[in-house]
């Protein structure tokens, strides 16, 4: 009876410990190391982000988080591109603009014809204030709507703008619209400036964009240089600055150069 007892004990201790070592999923992590982690011993990808957990352990990233250094980016998405999923620091963009893996997918058309309402945004590429290649259509989907500012660095009221939206100027031609800056602050709504000369009235270029930045930064605002013209002459603004104003699930624009009906929809958000 007493040989049998301990029979029985070294068969249960051992079930036990062979369960441990099983990989139900397949992710490369035994049952009991996933236990010991809090993933999901049944889902090879327990947090959902693209790659599997023992993959993630491997890589000293967190299998339970799908942006390990909660930069905006998911870990997918920074492996897929180059920068470090577990470094806050080094995004995918230096500014921590969005980005979308689909705009591989879009049609680069061109900027032909002048814009009108529920034409779509072109799929065009620009250089931010980073000097980074950004596609317009990579703010697809990351809010309600997208505001395009066309301005000039020799552009007082465009300077005011900018200051405004930096938050350096409590007022913007008089008005608070406050709620419009905050909107655009806390992501309801993306704001691109786009500078197309510069304080000559020479083509921008990187070092406008820059200096922008430097005089008025606003986080997660793009200044992007439209030195060819491309984007102003396509909204054809008899001044400037000029706001319109783009629907970002379907990419079309609702606003087409009405700077107070553009900040009257920011407003009421």
């Given at each position: 009876?007493k ?17 441990g ?50 930069d ?11 920068s470090?999923p ?8 230096e ?11 879009c ?22 204030q ?23 660095v020799w552009?007082?009221p ?14 913007l ?9 905050e ?5 309801k ?34 200044v992007?240089?439209?030195?060819d013209?491309?984007?102003?002459s ?8 000029s ?25 009421n958000?």
């Amino acid at each position: 009876m007493k040989y049998r007892k301990v029979a029985i004990a070294f068969v249960a201790a051992t079930t036990l410990g062979l369960t441990g070592c099983v990989d139900s999923d397949g992710d490369g992590l035994t049952n009991g190391e996933e236990a010991d982690l809090g993933t999901d011993p049944d889902v090879a990808d327990s947090d959902g982000d693209g790659i599997d957990d023992g993959a993630e352990v491997e890589m000293g990233i967190n299998p339970l988080a799908a942006d390990t250094d909660g930069d905006g980016y998911s870990d997918f998405d920074e492996i897929e591109e180059g920068s470090d999923p577990a470094d806050e620091d080094d995004g995918i963009f230096e500014g921590g603009f969005p980005f979308n893996p689909d705009v591989e997918d879009c049609d680069d058309e061109d900027f032909s014809g002048s814009a009108s309402e529920g034409d779509q945004l072109p799929c065009a590429t620009f250089v931010n204030q980073w000097d980074e290649d950004y596609n317009l259509w990579n703010m697809r989907g990351s809010a309600e709507f997208l505001v395009i500012d066309t301005s000039a660095v020799w552009c007082g009221p465009c300077n005011s703008m900018a200051a405004w939206l930096a938050g350096d100027s409590p007022t913007l031609f008089g008005s608070t619209l406050d709620n419009a800056r905050e909107n655009v602050w806390e992501g309801k709504a993306r704001w691109i400036t786009g500078l197309y000369e510069d304080g000559s009235g020479q083509p921008a270029d990187v070092g406008d964009a820059e200096a922008w930045e430097d005089d008025y930064p606003a986080e997660g605002v793009p200044v992007i240089v439209d030195d060819d013209s491309d984007l102003v002459s396509w909204i054809g603004p008899p001044g400037i600055p000029s706001l319109s104003l783009v629907d970002l699930e379907t990419m079309e624009l609702v606003i087409v150069d009405d700077t107070n009906g553009v900040l009257n929809e920011l407003e009421n958000l």
